[in-house]
Each structure stands twice: as structure tokens, then as C-alpha cells.
């Protein structure tokens, strides 16, 4: 028997499903994840619920749904059940064809002006200085002689044997590199008649030499323009962070994201490997965390969230995983900065270690994400014990000296239940759970100081939550060499800067790559901070009405996984944002006027689209 559903969403805006066969009060469940929260169903029964995971039991052949209304007031692809199946009476799986989703009242996709000009410098991003002549080197067979140095070709294989580079030690078109007196990452590219020259100080700067060249050799073709560019970073952190605990991303997946960011000049990895969805990482000392916590399916302890669906879904990453994306990222000259996702973000966490959290509290919290109870208890030994087993493997297991630590989206209730932690406040004289957490923010960046580590958090750690969805923040007692990732607004750094902390700025409305780029029903992606289109990243003053710049460290973009529940949604979530985004945090702000920024940034989307990447319109 074939069950179907046909999913669509009413001119009312609510999310109807139509059955093929009759499932009425036959005990079947139908079991789908949703990226909105139901409020109220009409048709069917919620039987059980975990995060936005839902399993009905149903009372009539069309089920009507209203969802969490989105910003913007309407849906898209992203909004529909995914991951769908049924099980019978008896517990037994059954397949589901479920087609297409539709709109009655359709939104249309966006017509963009492809007006492009042929003057422009195609390198992405804009070099600060470039002086070129309008007389070329004749380079016809594409082959370079490394002078000095044959060990960083290696390292960019992956750009250089797809455009049909060809680099040796005995023939070519010579390149010397040159270490000068210049600050990190800066590099100067002089190319005269009969050789190029990459003056740099440190590896970053060698290597970021190269890929201006490569950008510029696969725009020239058999020729290069004689002339120079000297170019150096405005922010040292230029980042993009991953969320792989909704989905799972193998090893080789992040390499190519990596492959992508240096592409770009981006020089931080901000891996998101725990959250309520799973445990991705192996601790040694805890083996359950990464072998039940790091999968999900009907069967298993953490249940089938955000489209994964019936079957066993995940994975891990061991620790020679890490060891080995660790090398591979230094070569490409990137860091990566591991995120533990605690107190809050913790469900699955405590479905493997449920000892973690007080049993006896009267009070049931839930986070914005619909989890119950996902917080962990700081009060108790075994939660201590956890955290320091924990950190030190973390600590010990990756070069980079930040690690980050969560500390956001904490239910406010969290911890009120708590005897042990009652009685700890009463104790220390610790009055409000503002406080409580300062103080328990501060015990990790002790523990983490005495492991040669600084700390790294949410901008929940450090001020009061700029967006009022009943989570707790800060009493303004935290530690000052907290690293703070400032998401929640824009306004959110001013406060954060004027407190002395050092911040990166990653504001949901400019850098959150899970946004839609518009309100077109055909469009993927969620739309709490903003809909973002790569216009409104290139027009991106990063530091407009912040006074303390000399705190802002960098910039970064975020890649929240809920919505990409098939791997082929991934590229053009990403693309060509983060790649407009590498401009900003190169430059501190986009110089060039849109048209010719426009030219660039399509000729880079070609030199991907060699490379295997997928982008969207703009």
C-alpha cells in the first residue's frame, strides 16, 4: 500500500496535507520535522513531540496546520514536513511518496538586473592597492617555475589541476617569494616581462599571494597584466561557521567548504559540533556521547529531527578526523575554532547523559526550539566532573588557541528549580540566575586559562538578550578576555564594545546564510532576523555607531543547518554570500560601486562553477 501526501500551504497560510488513503482512526502515527512550531492542528492529534519533530495520529484525510508566522507573513520550500513516514499499528515502518510543495497564493522568484561592466579587477576581495598597466606578460602554456619554494602548490591542488595549472622546478614562467617586513596575512604581487614576485611575511600572506594569481591567471587566460598589488587585511578574524549537529557533514565536505574560503581569503572555521540535535565529537572518556548521541532515527535515543527521517542518520567525528581536517585547514591557512554548545543547547546531550541535569526539579523549561529540559546543571559533581574531562580532551585535541563555549539561548527558567543550585546561590551570595551563569561562564574560562586556551561565547555571556524569546543573559560579571560572537542584532556590538570585550560581528540580519535571500515561495531558507539578499551584504557598513572599534576583531558568516535537509540546498545557501561577505571583513566595507563589484563576483562564480559549486541569482 502506497501512501502519498500532497503538501500545500492555503491561501490562509496554513500548511495543509492531503492523504491519499484513509489513516483515520486506524492508530497509524505520521511522523514529520517541520522548521516552524505547530500552534494549533485541525485534522490530527500530536501524539509526540521533540523539538519541531512531530508525530501525529490522525483524525481526518486533510490535516490543516498553523505554523509560527514568519516575519515576512508567508512560506517557502523550507516550510513543508520533511523527513515524512508512518507507522502502523503493529510499529512497522511504511514508506511515504510525499509530492511537491504548493502554493495558492504564489510568490514569484526575483528578477535580478544582470548588467554587468568589463572594466573591473577579478579578485575577490578587492585588493587594497592595485596599479596595472595596459601592457601584458604572454604566459601560453599556463606553467610557472617556482623559484624558491615548491611546497605551497601542494597545498592548492584542488585550484590548480582543475584550471590546468602547471607549477615546477625547472620550467615555467618564474615566481620568487620574498619575506618582507609586513604585518599578518599582508602580501604584495609585483609581475614585470619576465618574472612575478610575492613579497609576504608569513605563511598567510605567501599563500594568499598565490590566489590572487590564480584569480587572476583564470581571468587573463594566457596572459598577465604587468603591474603590482599590495594588499593586507582590515580584520584579522574573517570566519564562517558551520552547524554540524542538525545535519552531519563528512570529512571531505568541510575540506571543500575550506577549499571555498581561502578561495576568498577567509581564515577561521567556527565548527558548531554540539547543539540539541547531537553529539559530534568523540571524547574518549564519555564513548556513548558521539555513538548515541551522534545519531537519530525512530529507533534511536534522539529521534529523527530536521528531515533525517526513519533510518539511521548521522555520524561523528573521531578524534583523527579532527586531527587530520586540523592539517588540512592549516595548509589553507585556516584555524579552527571548536563550539560546545552549553549549558542550554544540551537535549541530546542529556538523553545520553541524563545525570547532568537535577531529576528532582519541579520546573519543566522549553527553549525557543521547542526542547524541554535541555539545559545542564553546573551545581552538581558529576556535571563538574563532566565539564573538565571534557574540555581537557577538547583542549587537547585542537592547536587553535579559542575555544567556544555556547552560553546562549539559556530558557530563563532553566535552572529555578534547582535545589543544588539554590542552595549554591545562597551560599556565594549569587541573587539572580543572571548571575549564576556569570558565574558558571567564568569557572570555563579559568579551567580553560589553565589549559592554555581563552574562551569564546554567544553575546548572551557577556549583556542582556537583545531579542525577547524568554531567554536568559548576563549580569555583567563576566571575565573580559571573553571572545564574544555578537548574532542577535547589529545594536548588540555597540553594547558589547562599550563593555570592553573583544567581539566579532556576525548579526543574524547581515551574516546568518540559513536567511532566505527574498520572500519568493520558491526560495529555501528561515526568516527570523531578516531575508538577505547579496546586495544587502555588499551595502554593509559593519561598523556604523560603534564608538570602540578598536574592539571589533573580525567578522564571520553562519551556516545554521536546519533547512538543509538534502545536501544540494548547501551551495546556494552559502553562495555567493559568504563570498560578498569576504569583502567586507578584507576591507571593512565594500568600496566599489555595486555594477562593478557585480562584474567581479559573477567572473568568481564561473572560476566555481570549475571547481564544483553550485550558486545562487543576485
Not at 551560599?427 to 548571575?435: A, H, V, W
Request: proline residues 3%; neutral net charge; glycine residues 6%.
Amino acid at each position: 500500500m502506497l501512501f502519498q501526501i500532497n503538501p500545500s500551504f492555503t491561501k490562509k497560510n496554513q500548511l495543509k496535507l492531503n492523504l491519499s488513503k484513509n489513516l483515520v482512526n486506524q492508530n497509524f502515527k505520521l511522523c514529520f520535522s517541520l522548521v516552524y512550531s505547530i500552534q494549533s492542528i485541525d485534522g490530527a492529534e500530536i501524539v509526540n513531540q521533540t523539538g519541531r519533530y512531530y508525530e501525529l495520529t490522525i483524525q481526518k484525510n486533510t490535516v490543516l496546520i498553523d505554523l509560527q508566522i514568519p516575519r515576512i507573513g508567508s512560506y517557502n520550500m523550507s516550510c513543508g514536513p520533511e523527513g515524512t513516514f508512518i507507522i502502523d499499528d503493529k510499529n512497522n515502518y511504511i514508506k511515504v511518496e510525499v509530492s511537491d510543495l504548493k502554493f495558492e497564493n504564489k510568490i514569484a522568484e526575483v528578477k535580478y538586473d544582470q548588467s554587468i561592466v568589463d572594466d573591473y579587477i577579478p579578485i575577490v576581495p578587492e585588493p587594497s592597492k592595485c596599479i596595472f598597466k595596459k601592457d601584458f606578460v604572454e604566459i601560453n602554456d599556463k606553467t610557472f617555475k617556482l623559484v624558491n619554494d615548491n611546497t605551497i602548490i601542494k597545498n592548492i591542488i584542488n585550484y590548480t589541476e582543475i584550471l590546468e595549472l602547471t607549477f615546477s622546478n625547472d620550467k615555467g614562467f618564474p615566481i620568487h617569494f620574498i619575506e618582507n617586513n609586513y604585518i599578518e596575512d599582508e602580501y604584495s604581487l609585483k609581475i614585470s616581462k619576465d618574472k612575478i614576485e610575492i613579497f609576504h611575511k608569513n605563511y598567510g600572506g605567501k599563500l594568499y599571494g598565490i590566489i590572487s594569481l590564480i584569480q587572476l591567471i583564470d581571468f587573463y587566460k594566457n596572459k598577465l597584466p604587468i603591474g603590482t598589488i599590495h594588499d593586507n587585511p582590515k580584520y584579522q578574524w574573517r570566519g564562517m561557521h558551520l552547524d554540524c549537529a542538525r545535519q552531519f557533514y563528512t570529512i571531505d565536505e568541510i575540506k571543500r567548504l575550506f577549499d571555498y574560503m581561502a578561495l576568498f581569503k577567509l581564515n577561521r572555521f567556527h565548527w558548531h559540533l554540539t547543539d540539541n540535535e547531537a553529539w559530534r565529537i568523540e571524547i574518549k572518556k564519555y564513548p556513548d556521547l558521539a555513538l548515541n548521541g551522534g545519531y537519530r532515527g525512530y529507533n534511536f535515543k534522539i529521534p529523527p529531527l530536521y528531515g533525517s527521517g526513519y533510518d539511521k542518520y548521522g555520524g561523528y567525528y573521531s578524534q583523527e578526523d579532527i586531527k587530520d581536517l586540523i592539517i588540512y585547514a592549516k595548509k589553507l591557512n585556516i584555524e579552527i575554532m571548536p563550539e560546545i554548545d552549553l549549558p542550554a543547547h544540551s537535549w541530546a546531550l542529556l538523553e545520553i547523559m541524563p545525570e547532568l541535569r537535577e531529576q528532582s526539579s519541579n520546573i519543566v523549561s522549553e527553549d525557543v526550539g521547542s526542547y524541554k529540559n535541555n539545559t545542564i546543571n553546573p551545581s552538581l559533581e558529576k556535571t563538574i566532573t563532566f565539564l573538565k574531562d571534557m574540555l581537557t580532551e577538547v583542549s587537547s585535541i585542537f592547536s587553535y588557541s579559542i575555544i567556544h563555549v555556547g552560553v546562549d539561548e539559556r530558557p530563563s527558567n532553566a535552572w529555578e528549580g534547582s535545589t543544588a543550585i539554590i542552595e549554591f546561590m545562597k551560599k556565594n551570595n549569587i541573587k539572580t540566575q543572571e548571575e549564576y551563569q556569570d558565574y558558571y561562564l567564568n569557572f570555563l574560562i579559568d579551567f580553560l586559562k589553565s589549559k592554555n586556551k581563552r574562551t569564546a561565547a554567544w553575546n548572551e555571556a557577556a549583556v542582556s538578550p537583545h531579542i525577547n524569546h524568554g531567554v536568559g543573559g548576563s549580569a555583567g560579571k563576566v571575565d573580559k578576555t571573553c571572545l564574544i560572537f555578537s548574532w542577535e542584532h547589529s545594536d548588540v556590538a555597540k553594547e558589547t564594545t562599550d563593555k570592553g570585550f573583544e567581539t566579532i560581528l556576525c548579526p543574524g540580519q547581515k551574516t546568518y546564510f540559513d536567511m532566505a535571500y527574498n520572500n519568493s515561495t520558491e526560495e529555501r531558507g528561515i526568516c527570523w532576523a531578516a531575508t538577505i539578499e547579496v546586495k544587502d551584504i555588499y551595502e554593509w557598513n559593519p561598523i556604523k555607531d560603534i564608538k570602540k572599534t578598536e574592539f571589533i576583531k573580525g567578522l564571520q558568516g553562519q551556516l545554521w543547518s536546519e533547512t538543509i535537509t538534502d545536501k544540494k540546498f548547501f551551495d546556494q545557501m552559502i553562495n555567493p554570500r559568504l563570498a560578498t561577505l569576504s569583502e567586507v571583513a578584507w576591507k571593512g566595507k565594500i568600496s566599489r560601486k555595486w555594477i562593478v563589484f557585480r562584474s567581479a563576483l559573477l567572473n568568481s562564480m564561473h572560476l566555481l562553477k570549475k571547481l564544483g559549486w553550485r550558486y545562487h541569482n543576485f
